[in-house]
């Protein structure tokens, strides 16, 4: 295994909530103010261009940032990496992508996947060992 110690479970769940938190809290208000108008054209459009912005970002921050410093925000935040098993560099922007997509794995059943770094020995979730994947300790 590679060196660094291991990130904790609450830096795993504390990066995730800024990571989601953020692009959320901003498409929750945005979304708000659009129904407020009663105006169903003005609502597609806010709707449409939410959905295409939010896409935007999560592919920044959880596919090239992330995968080539290895935090996206809320990583860097907690202050956590995510490496490649084999190596402990970056995983890429290929391999994050994929992590994310892989992520659905962690909610069968039961969302049982998100808690399986609580017992794992490598703190991994489903995700993470699919795609040969941790999240340690950043160098400070």
């Known amino acids: 295994m590679y060196g660094p110690e291991l990130a904790t479970f609450g830096q795993r769940v504390g990066g995730f ?3 989601v938190g953020i692009p959320t809290g901003l498409l929750v208000a945005v979304l708000i103010a659009a129904l407020a108008t009663r105006d169903l054209t003005m609502i597609m459009v806010v709707y449409g261009l939410s959905a295409a912005m939010l896409t935007a970002f999560v592919l920044w921050n959880s596919g090239y940032r992330q995968g080539r410093s290895g935090q996206s925000i809320g990583k ?7 490496v490649t098993a084999e190596t402990g560099q970056p995983v890429g922007f290929g391999r994050a992508v994929g992590r994310q997509f892989a992520h659905l794995l962690d909610g069968i059943p039961f969302s049982l996947g998100y808690l399986w770094p609580l017992w794992d020995e490598q703190r991994q979730t489903f995700a993470d060992k699919v795609c040969c994947t941790l999240v340690v300790q950043a160098d400070m």
């Open 17 to 19: 909530l800024i990571d």
């Open 76 to 82: 860097m935040a907690l202050g956590v990496r995510l």
